[in-house]
């Protein structure tokens, strides 16, 4: 089996995980946290598949994505970290905030708001002011506009065209967290039945 140099240096069950959850889905998804220009309703197209895959994820598979270092690898692990109960992934999404790339930055900001709620604005702000975190997607926008959602306040007030990209992404998000909640309730259902 050859591998490509973006999989070098993983292990088995990160090679697994990555042709699973990231390969399938991780470019549709990367948009939905992109400026408006990007159709943020592009997720709903793929939605089936994603959360028929997220209805198998468990809280280890979100942890080892969002800990996986690459955008790729952390853009899923954001979505996927709204298929498992927040309980369970709570800390490490708070965590990937330490080392997010600013690819990623956008979906963990959409998912710690669902997932972790205000007890991530600090993190949030933490990252707004790195160096770095101001891109030309404005990624700094997007993450204020999530923290200004949360009750806080950013080191900077957030462009109006990220403030509704965020909202967006805000309400796909919550959709697919409902229907991979849903999806999770009735695949359990049904296991405990058979």
Do not use: C
């Not at 952390?74 to 498992?84: D, E, K, R």
Request: hydrophobic share 45%; net charge positive; aromatic share 8%.
């Amino acid at each position: 089996m050859s591998t490509s140099s973006s999989e070098a240096g993983y292990t088995r069950e990160q090679l697994r995980l990555f042709r699973r959850l990231v390969r399938p889905f991780y470019l549709r998804m990367g948009h939905v946290q992109a400026p408006t220009e990007f159709d943020p309703r592009a997720v709903r197209r793929y939605s089936r598949r994603l959360v028929r895959a997220g209805s198998k994820v468990t809280a280890k598979q979100v942890g080892l994505m969002l800990r996986g270092g690459g955008w790729r690898e952390m853009t899923m692990g954001a979505w996927f970290a709204l298929a498992v109960p927040a309980d369970q992934v709570r800390a490490v999404v708070l965590e990937a905030w330490g080392v997010v790339v600013p690819d990623a930055a956008g979906p963990l900001a959409t998912a710690s708001v669902l997932v972790v709620g205000p007890d991530a604005i600090p993190a949030m702000r933490s990252f707004v002011a790195r160096p770095g975190a101001r891109d030309d997607l404005g990624t700094a926008d997007y993450v204020s506009a999530a923290i200004v959602h949360l009750g806080g306040s950013p080191p900077s007030a957030p462009n109006p065209l990220m403030v509704a990209s965020f909202e967006d992404s805000l309400s796909i998000a919550a959709e697919l967290r409902s229907d991979f909640l849903a999806r999770r309730r009735t695949r359990r259902i049904w296991t405990m039945g058979s």
